[in-house]
């Protein structure tokens, strides 16, 4: 953005990076401010999505997907999606594609497997994960949802909360306790489909930002689940938990330069435009530090995640090298938005401009896919080891 060489990226990625850019522009951004007021974005959104080809795309041709497992094309999805300032759908869409079907691509069962992927990739399907609890945020072993084992089948009780995708939900992907006794032995994952009698949704929640993300709380009461819905082996769930997190800190840390960058840019147009004093904004030497201070924090970033990208597609990405990433890139991005809003003075508080509602969507980024203290703990455990 910022003239940086990004030499992980080849011409036909950049061919692809149009692709969806022209796509964005087209379906996406036009519609968010009505997404924005309905809480969550239109069903007909991800129809189109699916129609050109940018849900999960790593899904292999006989389940209808493109079978590309370079994840530099995921990455250039997330970042197209946070470079247009539409942050509920640059969460939602890429945790379909790149945090939930890996749960089924990796795990499911053959049945599972034909059933949800090819819906999912279509948009037929939209998915969710719920690990959250009411009791329980980014302590999973705390969590208190049971799936008890009978003749063939499980029976899951319990709630989960925050869940992103959550209202549109087609199939979720929910971890429960299938041992109590065991601790994090005991977990386990299982698909819930949305036919399934006894799951049931709570309404959007009033969030301060993200407004475009159906954010809301799952019920499961007395939920029969077949036992090809049991995501790999009973007792294994906190260890695929363990595995898959590192490419979803990685998805939001690539999401949270994105969207930094699209705050930054819209700041540079309007100090530009801004006058104060006689002059421009953007010539007081406190606006031109700030924006280099944060251009240059930006791009360091940028590199930071570019490297990680290329490590996950070597299938060397490990749990602290994504929770630094995830660390770093949400308080950046926290930052980025306070800076934005402080040199749009009153008018950064205004829903109108994009900084207001950047600011306000940025905030979140820090507490999910574990929060930050979290991120720090299992940083810490590896440098101590």
């Not at 036909?12 to 007021?37: C, G, M, Y």
């Not at 969460?91 to 089924?104: E, K, Q």
């Not at 063939?152 to 199939?171: M, Q």
Request: charge should be negative; charged fraction near 25%; proline fraction near 3%.
């Amino acid at each position: 953005m910022f003239g940086l060489y990004r030499s992980i990226f080849t011409e036909e990625h950049e061919l692809f990076r149009q692709s969806v850019r022209d796509f964005i522009a087209r379906e996406i951004t036009p519609h968010n401010a009505q997404w924005e007021k309905d809480k969550m974005v239109s069903r007909d959104s991800w129809l189109k999505l699916g129609e050109n080809g940018f849900l999960g795309i790593q899904a292999p041709e006989e389940l209808g997907g493109l079978n590309i497992r370079d994840f530099r094309y995921n990455a250039i999805l997330i970042e197209e999606l946070g470079l247009s300032g539409c942050s509920g759908p640059a969460i939602g869409y890429p945790l379909h594609s790149d945090i939930v079907m890996p749960y089924i691509l990796h795990y499911g069962k053959e049945e599972a497997l034909k059933k949800y992927v090819p819906k999912m990739i279509t948009g037929e399907y939209i998915g969710a994960v719920a690990m959250t609890e009411p009791g329980a945020g980014s302590d999973l072993q705390g969590m208190r949802s049971t799936a008890e084992k009978k003749d063939g089948y499980y029976v899951l009780n319990g709630s989960k909360t925050f869940i992103t995708n959550g209202f549109l939900a087609d199939v979720v992907v929910v971890a429960a306790k299938t041992d109590p006794s065991k601790g994090a032995k005991g977990i386990s994952l299982f698909l819930i489909d949305r036919e399934m009698k006894g799951f049931t949704k709570g309404v959007p929640f009033e969030k301060v930002g993200l407004h475009a993300q159906d954010t809301c709380e799952l019920f499961f009461e007395d939920v029969e689940i077949p036992a090809e819905n049991l995501l790999g082996k009973e007792g294994d769930g906190f260890k695929y938990l363990m595995t898959e997190l590192a490419q979803e800190r990685l998805v939001v840390a690539l999401a949270a330069v994105a969207l930094s960058e699209f705050m930054l840019k819209a700041t540079i147009d309007y100090v530009k435009q801004r006058k104060a004093f006689g002059k421009a904004i953007s010539e007081f030497q406190n606006t031109r530090f700030k924006l280099a201070e944060m251009t240059a924090a930006l791009e360091q970033g940028r590199i930071y995640c570019d490297y990680l990208v290329q490590l996950h597609n070597e299938g060397k990405l490990d749990s602290a090298m994504a929770s630094a990433a995830k660390y770093n890139m949400t308080e950046l991005q926290c930052k980025v938005a306070d800076e934005c809003v402080q040199l749009h003075g009153g008018y950064g508080y205004m829903w109108e401009y994009p900084v207001a509602r950047g600011w306000a969507d940025a905030r979140v980024q820090r507490i999910y896919a574990g929060t930050n203290e979290i991120m720090k703990e299992l940083i810490a455990r590896k440098i101590l080891k």
